[in-house]
C-alpha cells in the first residue's frame, strides 16, 4: 500500500512537472512563423511601339495614343499583320504635294508669322512637322495659277529660237517660296513639269491642247536645259522632269497633247541629248498619266534609244488600277516608277477619301514599287481658287487658306502625313502581308525605325497583331482608321 502510494505520489509529481515545462514552453518559446508561397513581381509591361491614329469621322487627326504596346508572345487568335525586314524592296524618295503657283498665292496671303509656322509645320522635322520629302511644281503654269503661261510667251507669229526673251519672272514667288522650303529641308527632292510648250512651239495658236511641232523639238529640249540651269543659279536643284503633264489630256488650260511615239521621239532625239551635251544628271520621268495605259511608258521604254535616257514612269489614278505600275515595273524592272498626282474633291467625303487615298495612292503605290508618293496641290483658298478658266474648279489643296492669320488641314494634309512624318528619304520598303480588310504597307528607316502603315478598309473595329521576329502586340483600328506604326 505504501509502495502503490509512492509510485503514485512520484507519477503525478513527473506530470506536473512536464506540464508546467509545456506551459513555460508555449509561453516563452518563438513560434514558427507562417510562410506564405513566393510572389512573382507585377509583369511591367514597356512600350515597344508608337502608334498615330486618324479616324474617319475626324474626332482624332493623326493623334499619338497613350496606351502601352509591348511585344510578347502570348497567343491569340486575332489576324496577324507580319513585317519581315530581312525582304527588301524600292528606295523611298519622298512624300508629298504639287506646289502649285496658286497654293504659293494664297500661302503669301497669310501673316508672316502664321506663314512661317505653315511652311516649318508642311516641311521641316520638328515635333508639330510632317515632314514633306518630295514637291512637284510646274514649268510655266499648271492650270492652278490664276492665268496661264510660259517662260517663253511672244506675241503671234513670233518666234525665239535662241530663247532671248526665256525668264523666269512670273515665277518669282515660287522661287522665293522654294528657297524658304530648302532653308527648312535643303534635301527636299523637286519634280518640274510643264503643262504646255510656249504657244509659238505649238501647231495651234491657244494654250489648250495642240502639239508640239517637230521642227521645234530641240529648241524645246533647250527651253528645259535653260529652266534646269537658271533655277541651278537660284539655288534650286531639280532632281527630274517629267517631258508633259497628262500628254492624253489636251483640254484642259494649259495643256497639250503627245502620243507615245511623239514623247519617245522627243527624249531620244532632243531632250536626252541636251541634257547630255548640258552634262546635266537630272531625270527624265516619262508619261506622267493615268494608271489605265501602262502601254504608254512601255512603248518609250522598249524605243532602244530612248531607253537609256529614261529613268522611269510617273503615274496618277484618276484611272485604271494602281496594280499597272508593277506591270511596267515587271517588264523593264532596272527603270523606276513614281506616283505624281492625285488630287481631293471639294466635294469629297473625308472618310471615304481618307480610305480611298491611303489604300491606292500611299498604300497601294509602295506596294507596287513606286518611289514616291504626291497628293496634287498644297493650298488654295475657301472658293478653291486661284485656278485658270478652264482649269480645275473642284480641286480641293492639303490646306484651306481661311484668312490673313488661319487656315484649316483637309484629309491630302492626313493622307500624306501619315507616310511624310515618319518615312523619310532614303527609307526602303519590306515585306508586310496583306491580312483581310488591313491593307499595309512596311518600311525601314535609315535610322534602323520600323514603320507600319495600316489602313481597316472595312465597316467593322479589327483587332490585330503587328508581328516582328517572332514577338507581336496586339492593337485595333476603327472602322475606316488609319493608323502608322513605328518601333526600333
Known amino acids: ?163 532671248a526673251k526665256f525668264s523666269l519672272e512670273k515665277d518669282k514667288a515660287v522661287i522665293a517660296m522654294l528657297k524658304e522650303i530648302l532653308a527648312i529641308n535643303p534635301k527636299i527632292l523637286i519634280l518640274a513639269t510643264p503643262w504646255s510648250a510656249p504657244i509659238w512651239m505649238k501647231d495651234k495658236d491657244s494654250f489648250i491642247g495642240g502639239k508640239l511641232k517637230t521642227e521645234y523639238y530641240d529648241v524645246y529640249a533647250k527651253y528645259f536645259v535653260k529652266y534646269i540651269q537658271l533655277m541651278k543659279a537660284e539655288g534650286i536643284t531639280i532632281d527630274a522632269v517629267t517631258p508633259q503633264n497628262e500628254p492624253l489630256h489636251d483640254g484642259n488650260n494649259p495643256s497639250m497633247y503627245m502620243s507615245a511615239a511623239d514623247q519617245a521621239n522627243f527624249i531620244k532625239n532632243s531632250l536626252g541629248p541636251a541634257f547630255k551635251a548640258a552634262n546635266l544628271s537630272v531625270k527624265i520621268i516619262a508619261y506622267d498619266h493615268n494608271c489605265d495605259n501602262p502601254n504608254y511608258p512601255k512603248a518609250i521604254l522598249a524605243d532602244a534609244d530612248a531607253f537609256p535616257f529614261v529613268d522611269g514612269s510617273a503615274f496618277h489614278l484618276y484611272a485604271g488600277d494602281i496594280s499597272a505600275l508593277t506591270n511596267v515595273y515587271n517588264s523593264y524592272p532596272t527603270k523606276n516608277v513614281y506616283f505624281t498626282e492625285q488630287w481631293t474633291s471639294s466635294t469629297g467625303d473625308f472618310a471615304g477619301d481618307l480610305k480611298w487615298h491611303l489604300r491606292n495612292v500611299v498604300i497601294g503605290s509602295m506596294r507596287n514599287y513606286s518611289r514616291n508618293a504626291l497628293e496634287w496641290n498644297v493650298a488654295n483658298n475657301g472658293s478653291f481658287e486661284p485656278h485658270t478658266q478652264g482649269g480645275c474648279t473642284m480641286c480641293k489643296g492639303a490646306i484651306t487658306i481661311t484668312s490673313t492669320d488661319n487656315f484649316q488641314r483637309n484629309v491630302a494634309y492626313y493622307i500624306i502625313a501619315h507616310a511624310s512624318k515618319f518615312v523619310p528619304a532614303g527609307s526602303t520598303r519590306i515585306a508586310s502581308n496583306n491580312s483581310g480588310n488591313l491593307q499595309n504597307v512596311a518600311f525601314v528607316t535609315p535610322s534602323g525605325s520600323k514603320v507600319l502603315i495600316v489602313e481597316n478598309d472595312g465597316s467593322t473595329n479589327e483587332i490585330f497583331n503587328i508581328k516582328f521576329n517572332g514577338k507581336w502586340v496586339t492593337t485595333s483600328l476603327p472602322a475606316g482608321g488609319v493608323g502608322t506604326y513605328t518601333w526600333k
Do not use: H
Open 1 to 163: 500500500m505504501k509502495v502503490n502510494l509512492k509510485n503514485t505520489i512520484k507519477v503525478l509529481f513527473f506530470s506536473m512537472a512536464v506540464f508546467s515545462q509545456v506551459k513555460c514552453s508555449t509561453s516563452n518559446d518563438a513560434v514558427d512563423p507562417v510562410v506564405n508561397p513566393p510572389v512573382d513581381p507585377p509583369v511591367v509591361v514597356t512600350n515597344d511601339v508608337d502608334f498615330w491614329l486618324t479616324k474617319g469621322d475626324q474626332s482624332v487627326l493623326l493623334g499619338k495614343q497613350s496606351g502601352t504596346l509591348g511585344f510578347g508572345t502570348t497567343y491569340n487568335t486575332y489576324a496577324n499583320i507580319e513585317v519581315n525586314e530581312s525582304q527588301k524592296y524600292q528606295t523611298i524618295d519622298g512624300f508629298g504635294y504639287t506646289l502649285t503657283g496658286g497654293s504659293v498665292e494664297v500661302i503669301n496671303q497669310l501673316n508672316a508669322s502664321k506663314r512661317s509656322a505653315l511652311l516649318q509645320e508642311l516641311f521641316g522635322s520638328g515635333t508639330n512637322s510632317i515632314g514633306v520629302s518630295y514637291i512637284r511644281i510646274s514649268i510655266g503654269a499648271s492650270d492652278l495659277n490664276a492665268a496661264p503661261f510660259t517662260y517663253n510667251d511672244l506675241a503671234t507669229g513670233e518666234t525665239d529660237l535662241t530663247l
